[in-house]
């Protein structure tokens, strides 16, 4: 489904159903398809909505139009266009940290919130070697970017599939999705939702400490800790992930979906 907004034209997609919708945002400028191996899990109990990000994948806008503020915004209206009032909540890495932005200004529309390897902060000394990598060369710096997440044993089969997430992104959007984000604050005490952080002991690209403090900083916050997985648990280890999220959706106050399924 193609959703339509003033400045851009989201390409979504929606699988399964169940009482609870799952909202999944993407790390970085990846595709929504980073996170189909746990979306195949979920489906047969849940409804999976995913999109790609503006100027990602196929979804269109220019470089300029990048800012929170949109990114929040086109969130809300994925949610509104597949007829979903609330849902539980998913990020990997930046993705998770939009997540946290859209749980702080639309907390009415989330019943959960499942963070995959996402920071406890952007710190622009460690976001700027992507920021510059993605303006000057970012087929080079996507090519050492995925091996780094997938630093699995034997993970080096998907390292073709895993760059071909990011192939349909434009270089600057890529640059200005860390760039938006970075330093932006959230009051991580007022998040106000059940709340679960995944993340890998391997991670090289986000350090496991960055999400224990995470979800230190989250009041109920819980905290699963992967053991040999890296960056990109979603793909590497999709049934933890996928079972998590099946958890916190469970325990949710009540179901997500509005209207009808499908």
Known sequence: MFIHTTDAVISSVAFGAGPHTVLALNGWSASWQAWAPTFELLTPRLRCVGYDTRGTGGSASSA????????????????????????????????????????????ERIDALALVATPHELIAAHTEP??????????????????????????????????HLFDQAQPEVAARLFECMTG??????????????????????????????????????SFVELPGIGHAPTVTAPAIVADEIERIATNSKQPSQRGEIG
């Open 64 to 107: 300029g139009s990048v800012t929170l503020d949109l990114l929040i915004a086109d969130a809300i209206a994925v949610l509104d266009r597949h007829d979903t009032e609330r849902c539980i909540l998913a990020g990997e890495s930046l993705g998770g940290v939009l997540a946290l932005h859209v749980a702080q200004r639309h907390r």
């Open 130 to 163: 992507l920021v510059t990598g993605a303006r000057t060369d970012y087929a080079g710096t996507i090519g050492a970017f995925v091996p780094a997440c997938l630093n699995e044993p034997g993970s080096s089969a998907m390292f073709h599939w895993g760059r």
């Open 184 to 221: 932006a604050t959230i009051d991580l005490e007022d998040i106000g939702v059940p709340t679960v952080v995944i993340h890998g002991d391997q991670d090289q690209v986000v350090p496991p400490s960055s999400g224990r403090r995470l979800a230190e900083a989250i009041p109920g916050a």
